[in-house]
């Protein structure tokens, strides 16, 4: 077995059929949704990580039951609160949802985290409460929320992440009166928002968009109800970036008519000469030569470590342009994406919310590092499909974040015949 702090070497290519876990934006919805419910709801096809886990633990201190055995998770809402403290890890989506959650109580709520969790951008909160009555304090070892949170007008920015709009929505439709979320921009990632309407309307709660509003109704309640969690796109797009790069790998269980932002991967793919094939369920893309293409990183920002990887093999200028958000995520993504990939031969230059990729037929390989970020390691592996020499990894483990099998996927068979004799892709 590897230590935990030593590098692994990339030595072995999917192929084959890859199920691609869950979506962890809808399984941390769903699993909200039903704490808010009375009465127990079954969630199907969940799988644990660690940012999963931490909203679990979440739901549980503020008064859930839950259990989870062979992906199916029963969750009994409606229980008495058991805890005033929520570590929610390094899950940032645990933490912005949960908060609002917790400030319908007079109970204060202390949120805690680890890494960069804590310095992420909060503000906007801050602002939002204060109109309400709500007590909310930031510092980078702690929130503290109190309530009651009411419901009425709020005024937030578009522009710094949906993940805020999304904890509105969950608690407003508990509160009264009736309440207006009013964007002061554009709202980026906005089909994330919409994916939280989606879900809690299968929980018995409506809230509607009409342009740059979002208007809850008050007093309302959660059903309980059984819901069945998606594959996750976002998760996939390594994969079938990797079948884009000529490796013989499929992907089931995806849906076609799935509301998941990421989706999108497809799409960047067809722009990249890809062809996209569905059929018996399973998920097929061949591609020659890849174009270059410019990508805006602000509808799908996580999309942008397997969409910077595969632009090192597109032939030409690739640009990743409005990405200046991803410097705040588990790592500062854009300079991650920038070093880790330039150590593999990648030519990248790096500006405030861009980057510039001159693309090449194969990347030389090396030593790589994660830089503590799920998605980090995830590029790097995908990167290494094309690189000629040996590539390894510090951090490889960060993958338990959202996807722990991932590294069981990615190597679980060996290369096609084809690839191991020609030696070009070898590692």
Not at 11 to 24: A, D, N
Request: charged share 25%; net charge neutral; hydrophobic share 40%.
């Amino acid at each position: 077995m590897i230590g935990r702090t030593e590098a692994r070497k990339i030595e072995l290519f999917p192929s084959g059929v890859i199920t691609p876990p869950p979506s962890k934006s809808l399984c941390h919805r769903a699993v909200i949704c039903a704490a808010l419910a009375q009465g127990e709801s079954v969630i199907r096809n969940v799988a644990r990580s660690e940012d999963i886990e931490a909203t679990l633990q979440g739901v549980a201190s503020l008064g859930a039951e839950w259990q989870l055995s062979d992906g199916v998770l029963r969750v009994r809402g409606g229980g008495k609160r058991r805890a005033n403290l929520i570590n929610c890890v390094e899950s940032g989506s645990t933490l912005r949802f949960l908060i609002p959650v917790a400030a319908l109580s007079e109970e204060e709520t202390v949120f805690k985290g680890k890494g960069r969790l804590l310095i992420r951008p909060m503000s906007v909160y801050a602002a939002a409460f204060a109109e309400t009555g709500a007590r909310f304090s930031h510092t980078q070892r702690e929130i503290r929320v109190r309530g009651p949170l009411r419901g009425g007008r709020f005024r937030l920015p578009g522009d710094v992440s949906s993940q805020f709009v999304s904890g509105l929505l969950f608690a407003l439709p508990l509160t009264a009166p009736d309440s207006e979320i009013r964007l002061e921009s554009p709202l980026e990632s906005r089909q994330y928002a919409e994916m939280t309407m989606d879900v809690m309307r299968c929980f018995g709660v409506e809230a509607r968009a009409e342009a740059q509003v979002f208007c809850v109704r008050g007093g309302q309640r959660y059903s309980p109800s059984a819901y069945t969690v998606e594959a996750d796109y976002s998760q996939a797009a390594y994969f079938l970036g990797a079948a884009a790069l000529g490796l013989d790998v499929q992907c089931a269980g995806l849906s076609e008519e799935s509301r998941q932002g990421d989706v999108a991967i497809l799409r960047i793919l067809e722009e990249m000469g890809a062809t996209i094939t569905r059929k018996d369920g399973l998920v097929s893309v061949r591609a020659g030569k890849l174009a270059p293409v410019t990508v805006d990183a602000r509808e799908n920002p996580d999309l942008i470590p397997p969409v910077a990887a595969l632009c090192c093999y597109c032939e030409g200028t690739s640009r990743i342009v409005n990405a200046g958000r991803l410097r705040l995520k588990e790592s500062d993504r854009l300079r991650a994406l920038a070093e880790e990939l330039s150590k593999l031969g990648a030519h990248i230059e790096e500006t405030r919310d861009t980057l510039v990729i001159e693309g090449a037929r194969t990347l030389r390989g090396g030593r790589a590092d994660a830089h503590h970020d799920h998605r980090i390691a995830m590029a790097v592996a995908l990167a290494a499909v094309r690189c000629t020499e040996e590539v390894s990894l510090v951090g490889w483990h960060n993958v338990d974040k959202s996807y722990p099998n991932f590294w069981d996927d990615f190597e679980k068979a060996a290369l096609p015949e084809a690839l191991r004799a020609g030696g070009g892709a070898a590692l």
